[in-house]
C-alpha cells in the first residue's frame, strides 16, 4: 500500500497570509508512461463531504479560486493557499489514485490565526 | 448538475448487516468507476472500494475485504454497498464519489449517510 503522510497536523494561518500543507507518499505515484501524478487535494469543510481542488497534483478543478495551487513530483507535494479566507477554514487531505487501496493522507486543520 | 444521493445508514447491531444504496443523477452513470468512502468520527477519510463502470472489476481496503461488497445497476443509475458482519470499528459517515472522466480521482460526492454500529 501506499502511504501518505500530511504535515503539519494543523496550523493557524492570519487572513491574507499564506498557508502551506504538505504530503509525502510512501513510494512515487509518478507514472512513467505519462508523466503524471496520480495524487490530489480535497477541501473538507465541517459538517459537509469532501470537495475536490487539485487533481494531476498540479490541476486545478474548475471552479476552485485561484489562491489554491499545488505542486510537487514523484514522492513530495504541497498544497498552498496564497492568501487565506476565512472561508478556507477546513481539513485538507491529499490522496493518491495511482492504485488501490486509494490511501488519504490523516488530514491538515487549518484555522484562522 | 451532477448529484449523488445516499441511503440506508442507521443504527445497527455488531455483526449485522446493513445496504447503502447512492442513486446518482445529470451523468451517464455507466460511464463512470464508483467509490465508497467513509469518515469515522474524529478520525481521516477512508476509502472503501471501488467498482469499474461496467462492474468488472471491483477492489477493497483491507479493513473490509470479505465483509463488504460493492455492486452497481447501471439500469437504475444506483451503486450499492452490502455491509455484513459490521463491528463498532465500521461506524461512520459513508459516502459515495464519483471517478474522474481519466483516472480515479473522487469529482463528485454524495452528502452522506451516517451508519453506527452500536449494541
Known amino acids: 500500500d501506499i502511504v501518505m503522510t500530511q504535515s503539519p497536523d494543523s496550523l493557524a494561518v492570519s487572513l491574507g497570509e499564506r498557508a502551506t500543507i504538505n504530503c509525502k507518499s510512501s513510494q512515487s505515484v509518478l507514472y512513467s508512461s505519462n508523466n503524471k501524478n496520480y495524487l490530489a487535494w480535497y477541501q473538507q469543510k465541517a459538517g459537509q463531504p469532501p470537495k475536490l481542488l487539485i487533481k494531476w497534483a498540479s490541476t486545478r478543478e474548475s471552479g476552485v479560486p485561484d489562491r489554491f495551487s499545488g505542486s510537487g513530483s514523484g514522492t513530495d507535494f504541497t498544497l498552498t493557499i496564497s492568501s487565506l479566507q476565512a472561508e478556507d477554514v477546513a481539513v485538507y487531505y491529499c490522496q493518491q489514485h495511482y492504485n488501490t487501496p486509494q490511501m488519504f493522507g490523516q488530514g491538515t486543520k487549518v484555522e484562522i490565526k | 448538475q451532477e448529484q449523488l444521493v445516499e441511503s440506508g445508514g442507521g443504527v445497527v447491531q455488531p455483526g449485522r448487516s446493513l445496504r447503502l444504496s447512492c442513486v446518482a443523477s445529470g451523468f451517464t452513470f455507466s460511464s463512470y468507476g464508483m467509490h465508497w468512502v467513509r469518515h469515522a468520527p474524529g478520525k481521516g477519510l477512508e476509502w472503501v472500494a471501488v467498482?469499474?463502470?461496467?462492474?468488472?472489476?471491483?477492489n477493497y481496503a483491507e479493513s473490509v475485504k470479505g465483509r463488504f461488497t460493492i455492486s452497481r445497476d447501471n439500469s437504475r443509475n444506483t451503486l450499492y454497498l452490502q455491509m455484513n458482519s459490521l463491528r463498532a470499528d465500521d461506524t461512520a459517515v459513508y459516502y459515495c464519489a464519483r471517478s474522474g472522466d481519466d483516472s480515479g480521482y473522487h469529482t463528485t460526492w454524495g452528502q452522506g449517510t451516517l451508519v453506527t454500529v452500536s449494541s
Open positions: 467498482i469499474w463502470y461496467d462492474g468488472s472489476n471491483k
